[in-house]
């Protein structure tokens, strides 16, 4: 059974899906398009951010290395509160599981200047079903990655089969478009426990929601959230560290 591993246990944090390209083109050593993901998290160090790394909806080949970018971004958002998630798709089990175990590998092979810290699988069932097949391909990203201590958090985007919680130390019970989204959907028990439970919300508000904020953080104690005003997770909103501040002051 995984019991949540946060970077720290009493302390909300943000779930950062950085699905953005970093560098300009011909510059690779430049890295603008994560300015305000490198802000937020300077600018808070005591709060604790979740950071999603997606070079290609995946690591890209198999065995292989990031692209230079990458290579010379990924080092830059290492700190002590921060964790990196290599994203992995099990399409809702449709992939087969040698290609999601390929991916998880690739990550582990990754040099240890811009290595992760675990996986975030998305797109997954959260059906009863499969709890087995998830539970597999989470001891495996736990075996692999970080010496054999990854981070594994799950994204069925709802709540899953409760028996989801005991294989990963965070999951996403909620993803979807802000307006659609009522804090009276947060569900906590023991079996389902808010320290790990993530919340993301996009097509949000141009400003800080603070009210949903407080409730979220300082009410229901969620392990982390995010809140954009995008559409997708391929920009990175300029109030970013507005949010993580609001954040920090509710948790």
Not at 170 to 181: A, L, R, S
């Amino acid at each position: 059974m995984y019991l949540a591993r946060a970077l720290s246990v009493a302390t909300s944090g943000i779930l950062l899906p950085l699905y953005v390209f970093p560098a300009i083109s011909g510059d690779s050593g430049a890295c603008p398009a994560w300015t305000n993901a490198f802000n937020a998290i300077s600018n808070n160090p005591s709060l604790p951010f979740y950071v999603i790394v997606n070079p290609d909806s995946g690591p890209g080949a198999a065995g292989s290395q990031p692209d230079t970018s990458y290579q010379d971004c990924v080092p830059l958002l290492k700190a002590a509160n921060v964790k990196l998630l290599g994203y992995v798709d099990t399409a809702r089990t449709n992939r087969v599981s040698s290609a999601i175990e390929a991916d998880v590998s690739t990550y582990a092979g990754w040099e240890s200047t811009y290595s992760m810290d675990g996986i975030f699988f998305d797109d997954v069932s959260g059906l009863e079903g499969d709890l087995s097949m998830y539970e597999t391909w989470s001891n495996f990203a736990k075996d692999s990655i970080n010496g054999g201590d990854g981070f594994v958090t799950l994204n069925p985007g709802d709540y899953p089969t409760s028996g989801y919680f005991s294989i990963a130390d965070f999951i996403v019970v909620v993803e979807t478009f802000y307006d659609d989204f009522s804090t009276d959907d947060i569900v906590i028990s023991s079996t389902e426990p808010a320290s790990q439970q993530i919340v993301i919300l996009h097509d949000g508000p141009s400003s800080v929601p603070t009210a949903v904020v407080a409730e979220l953080v300082g009410t229901d104690h969620l392990a982390a959230i995010y809140i954009t005003s995008s559409p997708d997770y391929t920009s990175i909103d300029s109030d970013l560290s507005t949010l993580a501040a609001t954040v920090a002051f509710d948790g």
